[in-house]
């Protein structure tokens, strides 16, 4: 098919693309040549809006093995050990087929990591619904749930952790991030830079056919009327051969056979025999033909393009072919020689004894568009002037009620019950927690995880919500008793050829990375996401950040259920009374203006590094971070999972009842002590000044705000869990 500049803009390149495209090969690309440069070009591929900015984040570590630019990053672990994660979208195939959608986003993303040589032990998710009363939440939402669980459940691998939000900006693109960690000894990595010459390139696992074809680039674009349309660009699913899939890697690497490995993710064959070759400084050439196909006279550009799951390329160590096929035989896999590593620099494609392309790899990656796009800088909001006179017209227990009800702070239990959180039998912290905790297995060790997001925040003032969705990873893992690691992230965006989005995205990036340098807690893997968007209606800024950290002793985790009656609870870290673009501001007061709680990072650094060291002295019986919805919120839940109650106490300077119980100052943990600890607590947290006072006593059965306002555990427990449960049965 002869090309010109339309057919390149119906690929989604642009006119000035498609120009470089041609100068840089002296001709104009055949079809198959268009197609390929479509999906190494497009966003999802390229990172053509966010390089430049990327590249600014903390991405180096005492601990860091590997930072970006791989597959997955990876952490040190001590003992040999290694921990490889990552993070990545499956947004737009989620709103167009919610259950292949999330199902591959979960099958894709440990692929990223066991073709490193890890065997995944932990799944996590961030998923984002629109509203609730929309019509298309709720089947939505089952979907996303289905496609999570049928995958994950199916691989043998537990969900120990995730965050379900619901927002009215996500009606017309949700978002569904998937998480997967996997451990690996740190002598028997896998990396994908192809290397030697005349060396086998090897295309193992399913067939490949015509689902996902275009699915990269239409994960770089936006959603219009004719979204039904994008079904067949959504890929389909088959964890039980990606289980197989998964045994055959891990027992060829158990060799020395493996020179390169990449899986075919996003732009399928297109984009992984790109990305070793690029890495190699090689070039590549693949005999189409030879490529297992399921679906008859599929055409070149087919092939390159398709993104079938659950496919792997391999390039191996001559002579080591017959070897690395008996293992794909007994697991029942394709297996195929299709090509070899060459001098050329080029990806070279043959079929039917033809040359259907000849690219320079270079032209592909490093020749890639880079655009510096226009943004526009964010001011911190003005302060709302609450008249508090309306405090006093509010019923403490009433508020509470809403609160804890609310779809974004209530129980997620319906949720997390249809994954398995427990399979392979190390989960020692499931989900509901701070974070999920799965035991390194036949040791001591565990590891920590959590994923977190704050949209409202990132929305109301960029800088400040980037700088925050780091805090709350970082409390996160601390609360369970994790030394927190490092983070892998999730960006999702609108268009980045809007200037108010393109801002949003620089200075969320800019947080992100003020307060990964100074926790040191650096960014190791991630992922972009733009046009997040139904026509000119994005979304609000999300990024997700996952976070990992690392308990030297399981036995001295953390859980956020309250223990033992007459115990102190202490709240750490100080309230001054921040409301502006809480909870309670936007459920109780119907007030969305104004900026969000301001961070401090020395205070996050100082607290939780306290709170460390009490934990490790075991004078913390549990402790959960001040999130979402205050202080009152917080010790509700660990009233609920402790089955306990607590009599609170009027702190010295109270600021204002309704401020102090439901503002999101951050910095915060609620802590347990025995009493007989006090004084060795207050000594810590003194000489390390730490602002800390006590909140209350444990009792039983019941919450006791003041005289007036008594809650028992039951009716805590009915505001908290009855209502995800409710509304999908309706």
């Not at 959608?101 to 993303?109: D, E, F, K, Q, Y």
């Not at 994908?192 to 994960?219: E, F």
Request: charged letters at 25%; hydrophobic letters at 35%.
């Amino acid at each position: 098919m002869l090309v010109n500049e339309k057919i390149a803009i119906e690929h989604g390149l642009k006119t000035e693309e498609y120009k470089k495209i041609c100068e840089l090969l002296k001709r104009t690309p055949n079809f198959t040549e268009l197609g390929i440069f479509s999906a190494m070009w497009n966003e999802h591929c390229s990172y053509k809006s966010s390089r430049l900015h990327l590249k600014k984040l903390p991405t180096k570590g005492k601990k860091v093995i590997q930072g970006p630019g791989e597959n997955a990053g990876i952490i040190d672990i001590e003992d040999g050990d290694a921990i490889v994660f990552k993070i990545e979208s499956h947004n737009h195939p989620s709103f167009i087929e919610p259950y292949q959608g999330a199902a591959t986003g979960v099958g894709g993303i440990m692929r990223d990591v066991f073709t490193m040589g890890a065997r995944p032990i932990a799944n996590l998710n961030s998923i984002h619904f629109g509203s609730t009363q929309h019509k298309k939440t709720k089947n939505l939402l089952r979907g996303v749930v289905h496609g999570i669980g049928g995958y994950g459940n199916c691989m043998g691998v537990p969900t120990i952790a995730g965050q379900t939000s619901f927002d009215r900006s996500y009606n017309g693109n949700i978002l569904v991030n998937a998480m997967t960690l996997g451990l690996v000894k740190k002598d028997k990595i896998f990396y994908s830079k192809a290397a030697g010459l005349n060396k086998p390139v090897i295309y193992v696992g399913s067939k490949t056919g015509r689902d996902g074809i275009h699915g990269a680039s239409m994960a770089s674009a936006s959603f219009d009327e004719k979204i039904e349309e994008k079904k067949p660009t959504v890929q389909v699913g088959d964890p039980f051969t990606e289980k197989l899939l998964l045994e055959a890697c891990l027992e060829l690497m158990a060799g020395d056979s493996i020179i390169a490995i990449q899986d075919m993710g996003a732009a399928g064959l297109t984009s992984s025999s790109i990305e070793m070759a690029s890495k190699g400084n090689l070039g590549i050439e693949i005999n189409l033909d030879k490529v297992p196909c399921r679906e008859t006279k599929m055409t070149p550009y087919e092939i390159m393009l398709s993104e079938s799951q659950e496919r792997m390329l391999i390039v191996l160590e001559s002579g080591k072919e017959d070897l690395a096929k008996k293992i794909f035989d007994k697991w029942n896999l394709d297996f195929a020689v299709i090509g070899k590593t060459t001098n050329t620099k080029n990806i070279e494609l043959y079929f039917q004894n033809k040359e259907v392309a000849n690219i320079p790899v270079n032209t592909l990656v490093e020749n890639s568009p880079m655009y510096d796009r226009k943004w526009k800088k964010s001011k911190i909001p003005k302060k709302n002037k609450i008249k508090k006179e309306i405090y006093n017209e509010l019923k403490i227990k009433d508020v509470l009620k809403k609160i804890l009800s609310n779809p974004n702070v209530c129980s997620k239990e319906w949720i997390w019950q249809q994954y398995d959180h427990t399979v392979m039998g190390d989960t020692i912290q499931k989900p509901g927690g701070d974070a999920g905790v799965v035991r390194v297995h036949g040791t001591n060790k565990a590891v920590a995880a959590s994923v977190d997001s704050s949209a409202v925040y990132c929305w109301a003032h960029p800088l400040t919500g980037g700088k925050q969705v780091v805090v709350e990873s970082w409390r996160n893992l601390i609360s369970v008793g994790a030394t927190p690691i490092a983070i892998t992230n999730c960006l999702n965006f609108g268009s980045p050829e809007n200037e108010d989005n393109m801002g949003e995205f620089v200075e969320c990036v800019q947080g992100i990375g003020e307060a990964s340098k100074y926790l040191d807690f650096p960014v190791v893997s991630g992922n972009v996401s733009f046009y997040n968007q139904t026509k000119e209606i994005g979304i609000k800024p999300t990024p997700s950040i996952g976070g990992v950290g690392l308990i030297k002793d399981y036995k001295k985790m953390i859980t956020m259920s309250l223990k033992e009656v007459d115990n102190l609870i202490l709240i750490i870290g100080k309230t001054e009374g921040h409301i502006d673009q809480s909870l309670f501001a936007r459920t109780i007061l119907d007030e969305n203006k104004g900026p969000p709680p301001e961070v401090n990072l020395f205070n996050e650094k100082n607290n939780g590094e306290s709170l460390l060291n009490l934990i490790e002295k075991d004078l913390i019986k549990s402790a959960h971070d001040v999130s979402l919805g205050g202080i009152i919120t917080a010790i509700s839940k660990m009233c609920i999972k402790g089955n306990k109650g607590i009599k609170l106490k009027t702190p010295k300077n109270l600021i204002n009842k309704i401020e102090y119980l439901f503002a999101e100052d951050q910095g915060r943990y609620i802590v347990e002590i025995n009493p007989n600890d006090m004084k060795e607590v207050s000594k810590i947290l003194n000489k390390n000044s730490v602002h800390y006072e006590e909140l209350g006593v444990i009792i039983d059965n019941e919450m006791i705000i003041n005289e007036k306002t008594k809650v028992t555990i039951d009716e805590l427990k009915s505001y908290n869990s009855n209502w995800l449960n409710n509304y999908m049965d309706s």
